[in-house]
């Protein structure tokens, strides 16, 4: 009778299942209010979606959570998009959600990631393109608008942190239509003022707000500012382009000033400590140079001149004998030379020297005669040519050639009757 009856847990896996396969509900889209917000310290979003007549709880896991660009709020309206499915333990419906964005600005947030990633693969944002931002500035401009929280916060921290530092202001509009184009007009002024650091910024506000600072042109005056920009839009969770492009992002209009100013208690500070090391550097090398001038007095130079001229003198003494000694040995060494010639072979029986000179040239005539085959011929041998070339051997013959033969007094030309070659 009771197995009719099933378990909760099996009607729950049921309609789970059901869900799971359902494809209407794989990718659903929903737009809602937020309540009972919680970020976990796993980093998990957990939340309830609501509107006028129904609630829906709703699960974001930190692999997608980390990628939301605002700080989710209770009672603030979103858009979502993930999967319909039941968590079993409770037994209740939730939506798993893969992409969170604020109602009403979704087409921003689409506009602001595909311009981010533009400037990114030009590299605007890379670090080596950024410039320091002077430790000691003594003039820092301001881009923002002439009333409001920001501009207020800025002089303050300024004024109070460093105040011999001269600050100008560019009056701006920071919201609206025509802002962007403010914006970038005061930007470039700026450029003509001497200044060290410009900050450029505004407080904050909603995402529409701060727009202005997510424009390309924007991007772009700052990218092409000589003058060291530091950004400061909105609060510490709102970021810009503005923020990626500039040589430094500070979270608030007050920390920009914070940051672009040193504060002049601690510089005071630091002269304090340099004047204390300066004293001591000046001290220890006035000791240094009062001992090495009675060094110098007491030295033996000083003290007894006339022996360092003596030893000069003895010195330049040895120099000289040495000099002598050398000079000796060298005209020595022509004169040996000199003798060596004189006695020489050849200055001394230069008729010997002719008549070897004279028989050697007789046994090189000599050689010659025996190597000339004219003298060959002489002897009863003769040469005999073919064409004018000189035969060597009978193969380069053949019967009624013509041939020469040279003999020791003439030539005779005959011709070949027979050719017979040696075995």
């Known amino acids: 009778m009771n197995e009719k009856y099933l378990t909760v847990s099996a009607i729950t896996r049921y309609l789970k299942a059901k869900l799971d396969v359902d494809e209407n509900l794989q990718t659903v889209f929903l737009k809602g209010e937020i309540s009972n917000f919680k970020a976990h310290t796993s980093g998990h979003f957990y939340f309830s979606l609501k509107d006028e007549g129904s609630k829906i709880n709703a699960i974001m896991f930190r692999s997608n959570a980390s990628k939301v660009l605002f700080k989710p709020l209770d009672g603030m309206k979103v858009l979502v998009s993930g999967r319909i499915s039941i968590y079993e333990a409770m037994g209740s419906y939730q939506i798993y959600v893969d992409e969170m964005l604020e109602d009403g600005v979704g087409n921003l947030y689409i506009a602001f990631e595909q311009l981010k990633k533009k400037l990114q693969a030009e590299g605007l944002f890379e670090a080596s393109y950024k410039r320091k931002i002077p430790s000691v500035p003594k003039r820092v401009g301001i881009v923002t608008a002439s009333t409001g929280a920001a501009i207020r916060d800025i002089m303050t921290t300024i004024k109070r942190r460093f105040p011999i530092c001269e600050t100008i202001l560019f009056p701006t509009l920071v919201q609206g239509e025509n802002a962007k184009d403010d914006i970038v007009r005061n930007i470039e002024r700026a450029q003509d003022y001497d200044l060290d650091v410009l900050i450029v910024g505004r407080g ?174 002489s002897r009863g041998y003769s040469i005999t040519y073919l064409n004018d070339q000189a035969l060597k051997s009978v193969l380069k013959v053949k019967e009624d050639d013509m041939i020469s033969i040279r003999l020791s007094d003439g030539n005779l030309n005959a011709k070949v009757l027979e050719v017979k070659e040696d075995k």
């Open 204 to 377: 904050g506000g909603s995402i529409e707000d701060l727009w202005p600072f997510n424009e390309e042109v924007v991007a772009r005056a700052i990218y092409n500012s000589k003058v060291p920009v530091i950004s400061a839009v909105g609060h510490e969770v709102d970021f810009t382009i503005a923020d990626f492009v500039a040589d430094l992002r500070a979270p608030t209009p007050t920390a920009a000033a914070e940051l672009a100013v040193p504060n002049m208690a601690d510089l005071q500070k630091h002269i304090a400590q340099f004047k204390v090391r300066l004293n001591e550097a000046i001290y220890k090398k006035v000791n240094y140079l009062k001992l090495y001038l009675e060094s110098v007095k007491n030295s033996f130079v000083l003290k007894n001149p006339q022996i360092m001229f003596e030893n000069k003198k003895q010195s330049l003494s040895l120099i000289n004998d040495k000099l002598n000694e050398l000079m000796i040995s060298k005209v020595q060494c022509f004169k040996n030379e000199l003798d060596k010639i004189k006695k020489s072979y050849v200055l001394t029986n230069p008729y010997l020297l002719y008549k070897d000179e004279v028989l050697m040239v007789k046994n090189i005539i000599d050689k010659l005669n025996l190597l000339n085959p004219l003298n060959i011929l």
